[in-house]
């Protein structure tokens, strides 16, 4: 079996699916549901015996303890964390306390199981790392993408604390021999993505007739992938990875952001069309963001020479699922629309 953490999140519960979907392996999923997890997202696995959902936080070294030495997974595979950039703007503690601690006391445990296990045991075993592109830092207009030998230049709170967990990870292996993986992928999108990122909120704000705000001038670079596709990314990597390495994942689609949101919208307008007019009338430009990285690409060349992997959906074919998925799910919406999360649109936009 194997261990995911922060599975009832946006791209672990896509994975913890996806991985039921297609294996009879088990899977322990351990996950603190903050605000961003969301035991919904994972409904239909409701009386499966081969998930068991642990309710707990990685920074809880006993509850880790115990799951390792009770359940004996052959993998970890570590998706929890804070993962919103505007937040670790607000807060940055948090993301320090899960992303940092958290993954060191993950690392510890895991090292801890690990030097119980027998030689072959020990070869077989993964510690695989979920990171994030934005470690690198901003790309200008004419650099080419991030490549796995990009320096290290995170500039938010969120992107710095992902980068000391990277960097934890590789000295965890280089010094104790832990095998890890590191796969650092580009902007998500798709089912179950909570409605404080992008594209998401363009979707549910269209929707209820509120503005669509966009950073800036909106012509800041991302490079999107649709969240099925990092999921197989990282069953490849967890499956051939060479030990130690790191992985880029990207969908080979830099989009600027005001782009995204017309196309949202037109989709919508074809979709669900508005009487009161097409969408893109609630497009509103607001208050950049502090600090705001200008371009993100991913050179995927690695994991696909290496493994094969490259991704199965255009951005066409992608985002129409997508907004499809978030117009069939009305309930979802309305559900991870609670009174927290109308606090953060208040703190977050009201200023802006
Ligand atoms: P998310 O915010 O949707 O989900 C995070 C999950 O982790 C939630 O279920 C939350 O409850 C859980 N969690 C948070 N703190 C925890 C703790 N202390 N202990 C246990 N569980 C905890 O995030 P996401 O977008 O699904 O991202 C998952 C991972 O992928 C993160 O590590 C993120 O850095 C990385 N990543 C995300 C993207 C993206 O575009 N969203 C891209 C690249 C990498
Ligand atoms: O690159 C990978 C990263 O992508 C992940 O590591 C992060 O966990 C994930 O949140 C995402 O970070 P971004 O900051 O790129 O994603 P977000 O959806 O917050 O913003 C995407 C772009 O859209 C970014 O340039 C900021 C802009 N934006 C975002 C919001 C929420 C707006 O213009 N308006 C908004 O309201």
Redo the contacts with the bound molecule.
Sequence with gaps: MILV??????????FVLDWLAQSDEPVVN?????????RANLASLDGDARHVFVH?????RALVDGLLATHRPRAIV???????VDRSIHGPG?FV???VE?TFTLLEAARGFWNTLDAAEKAAFRFHH?????VYGSLKPTDPPFAETNAYEPNSP?SAS?AA?DHLVRAWHHTYGLPVLT???????GP???PE?LIPLMIVNALAGKPLPVYGDGRQIRDW?Y?KD?CSGIRAVLAGGRVGETYN?GGWNEMANIDIVHTVCALLDELRPDPAGAYARLITHVTDRPGHDRRYAIDARKIERELGWRPAETFATGIRKTVQWYLDNAAWVADVQSGAYQDWIGTHYSAR
């Design positions: 953490t922060g599975g009832a999140g946006f791209i672990g519960s896509n351990l996950d603190a549901l903050t605000y961003a997890g969301n707990g936080d990685i920074g809880d570590h998706f929890a964390a804070e993962s919103h948090a306390k899960t992303n958290g979920v990171s994030t592109d934005e969120y992902k967990s796969t650092n992928c580009s902007n998500n999108y179950y993505h909570f990122k992938l969240v990092h994942i």
